[in-house]
């Protein structure tokens, strides 16, 4: 397969590039000055396109590419792939779902944690010698609140699971109730009712047209200003205006996030406050799974340009 041309869009994980690179005729677009400065050379040369959560497939570079035959996204998440375009022209997705749900999983927790017990601020007061002045002062008890989850798919499903184990009675809100939920889990139709009857509101979903900004003012309100948001899927699903200046005039209790909207950009009000945790949308990024990933981006390639069926399509 060395001779078949595979563009990658990013830096992504070292491992994956070089696994990429033992295999096919590897070219990273950061390389190039620019797009149209790669795609004027060797845009011919490419059958498949390896891209990520920061920069996907969008209509032009699927355009450009006239021999791309796949997507293999290093990513569980599609919101940075033109599909109609894909669908259009018959090119080939797939990504990587399965692998990395426990991770992301153990990060809404570890978050919805963080920021209940203030753990990142008790760090602080331990590594800067201030435990000797005086006690830490209490916190809040993360265990027994309700949990709210906005998309109950696989990710969702595994937050449910180690909420559940907390002891968190757990409701969820999606397009359509799951059968597979049963009675363990309350399914509300109306994202603000779910807010209104939950303590902490975990934001699950993919981003899509209708998810994008579906926690807005009048959810947040209705969250109101003890409870918490944990967002791990998408910057866009949450308003993030609302969301900053809800917790800057207090009416949100606090927030855990390792996504935004424009990300890297983070809103500069976010970083003076004591009530909001922030990670830089690492929710996969374990080892462990980042090599998950990588087999499964370079399996559906290579299954691909065997003839195989794809391991996990998504189109
Ligand atoms: O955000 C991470 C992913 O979509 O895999």
């Given at each position: 397969?060395?001779?078949?041309g595979v563009l990658?869009?990013?830096?992504?994980?070292?491992?994956?590039h070089?696994?990429l690179?033992?295999?096919f005729?590897?070219f990273?677009?950061?390389?190039?000055?620019?797009?149209?400065s790669?795609s004027?050379t060797?845009?011919?040369?490419i059958?498949?396109?390896v891209c990520?959560?920061?920069?996907?497939?969008?209509?032009?570079?699927?355009d450009?590419?006239?021999n791309?035959?796949?997507?293999?996204t290093?990513?569980?998440?599609?919101?940075?792939?033109?599909?109609?375009k894909?669908r259009e022209?018959g090119i080939?997705?797939?990504n990587?779902p399965?692998v990395?749900?426990d991770?992301?999983?153990?990060?809404a927790?570890?978050l919805?944690?963080?920021?209940f017990?203030k753990?990142p601020?008790s760090?602080?007061y331990?590594?800067?010698g201030l435990?000797n002045?005086?006690?830490?002062?209490?916190?809040?008890?993360?265990s027994?609140?309700s949990?709210?989850?906005?998309g109950l798919g696989?990710?969702?499903?595994?937050?449910a699971?180690?909420?559940a184990?907390?002891?968190?009675?757990v409701?969820?809100h999606?397009r359509?109730e799951?059968?597979e939920?049963?009675s363990s889990?309350?399914y509300?139709?109306?994202i603000?009712?779910?807010?209104a009857?939950?303590?902490?509101l975990?934001?699950a979903?993919a981003l899509?047209e209708?998810?994008r900004?579906i926690?807005?003012?009048e959810?947040i309100d209705?969250?109101?200003?003890k409870g918490?948001i944990?967002?791990i899927?998408?910057?866009p699903?949450i308003?993030?205006?609302?969301?900053?200046s809800?917790?800057?005039?207090?009416?949100?209790g606090?927030?855990?996030?390792?996504?935004f909207e424009?990300e890297?950009?983070?809103?500069?009000e976010l970083?003076?406050?004591?009530?909001v945790v922030?990670?830089?949308?690492?929710g996969?990024?374990?080892?462990?799974?980042?090599n998950?990933?990588?087999?499964?981006?370079?399996a559906n390639?290579?299954a691909?340009f065997?003839?195989?069926p794809l391991?996990?399509?998504?189109l």
């Amino acid at each position: 397969m060395e001779s078949i041309g595979v563009l990658l869009t990013c830096p992504m994980y070292t491992n994956l590039h070089e696994e990429l690179s033992n295999r096919f005729n590897l070219f990273k677009l950061w390389n190039f000055s620019s797009f149209q400065s790669f795609s004027q050379t060797h845009a011919n040369s490419i059958r498949a396109l390896v891209c990520d959560t920061k920069i996907g497939a969008d209509a032009n570079t699927i355009d450009s590419l006239p021999n791309l035959e796949i997507v293999s996204t290093y990513s569980v998440g599609l919101d940075k792939i033109d599909l109609k375009k894909c669908r259009e022209k018959g090119i080939r997705v797939a990504n990587t779902p399965d692998v990395l749900t426990d991770d992301v999983a153990d990060l809404a927790i570890a978050l919805a944690l963080a920021v209940f017990r203030k753990i990142p601020q008790s760090d602080g007061y331990v590594k800067n010698g201030l435990w000797n002045n005086s006690d830490y002062p209490l916190t809040t008890k993360f265990s027994g609140k309700s949990v709210g989850i906005v998309g109950l798919g696989r990710i969702g499903s595994a937050i449910a699971k180690r909420a559940a184990a907390f002891g968190c009675p757990v409701s969820y809100h999606s397009r359509s109730e799951k059968s597979e939920a049963g009675s363990s889990y309350k399914y509300y139709p109306n994202i603000l009712d779910l807010a209104a009857n939950s303590q902490i509101l975990v934001v699950a979903c993919a981003l899509t047209e209708e998810t994008r900004h579906i926690v807005n003012r009048e959810v947040i309100d209705a969250l109101g200003p003890k409870g918490v948001i944990i967002n791990i899927g998408r910057g866009p699903i949450i308003n993030q205006r609302e969301l900053v200046s809800a917790l800057v005039e207090g009416r949100l209790g606090g927030a855990g996030l390792d996504v935004f909207e424009h990300e890297p950009d983070v809103p500069e009000e976010l970083m003076s406050l004591e009530n909001v945790v922030l990670t830089p949308h690492v929710g996969t990024d374990t080892v462990e799974t980042c090599n998950d990933m990588a087999d499964l981006v370079i399996a559906n390639l290579e299954a691909h340009f065997s003839g195989k069926p794809l391991l996990t399509p998504v189109l």
